[in-house]
C-alpha cells in the first residue's frame, strides 16, 4: 500500500511558476515510477509527465515540454513537477500516481491505468 500526499498548487498569473510536490509513503520500496496527470473541468484526465524509480526515464507530454520538468528525491520518496511560464490552459486540478513495478514489458506511463495509487489532487489555477 502506498499513500499519496501532494502539495503546491495555488492561484498564479500567467507566466508564473509553481512547483508541485508528492510525498510518497508505505510500501514505496515496490514502486517502479511516479507520475503526473491533470484535470480541467468537463474534459479527461491528461498525463502530464512520469519518472521511473531507478533509472529516472523522464516523459512528457507535448503540450509542457521545454516549460515542465520533473524530477525525484529517492531518498526523500518524493517526486516533483516544476513548472514554468504557466499558462491558463494550465489550469486544472493535478495528481500524482504511483506504479508498482510492472510484469510486462510494455510500459508507457502515459496511462492512467499503468497506475495502482492516486493522491487527492491539488488545484493549479492560472490567470490571465
Known amino acids: 500500500q502506498v499513500q499519496l500526499v501532494e502539495s503546491g498548487g495555488g492561484l498564479v498569473q500567467a507566466g508564473a511558476s509553481l512547483r508541485l510536490s508528492c510525498a510518497a509513503s508505505?510500501?514505496?520500496?515496490?514502486?517502479?515510477?511516479m507520475g503526473w496527470f491533470r484535470q480541467a473541468p468537463g474534459k479527461e484526465r491528461e498525463f502530464v509527465a512520469s519518472?521511473?524509480?531507478?533509472?529516472?526515464?523522464?516523459r512528457y507530454t507535448d503540450s509542457v515540454k521545454g516549460r515542465f520538468a520533473v524530477s525525484r528525491d529517492s531518498a526523500r520518496n518524493t517526486v516533483a513537477l516544476q513548472m514554468n511560464s504557466l499558462k491558463p490552459e494550465d489550469t486544472a486540478v493535478y495528481y500524482c500516481?504511483?506504479?508498482?513495478?510492472?510484469?510486462?514489458?510494455?510500459?508507457?506511463?502515459?496511462?492512467?491505468?499503468?497506475?495502482?495509487?492516486w493522491g487527492q489532487g491539488t488545484q493549479v489555477t492560472v490567470s490571465s
Open positions: 500516481a504511483a506504479a508498482d513495478r510492472p510484469y510486462a514489458s510494455r510500459w508507457s506511463g502515459s496511462l492512467p491505468s499503468e497506475y495502482n495509487y
Open positions: 519518472i521511473t524509480w531507478t533509472l529516472a526515464d523522464i
Open positions: 508505505g510500501r514505496t520500496y515496490n514502486m517502479y515510477a
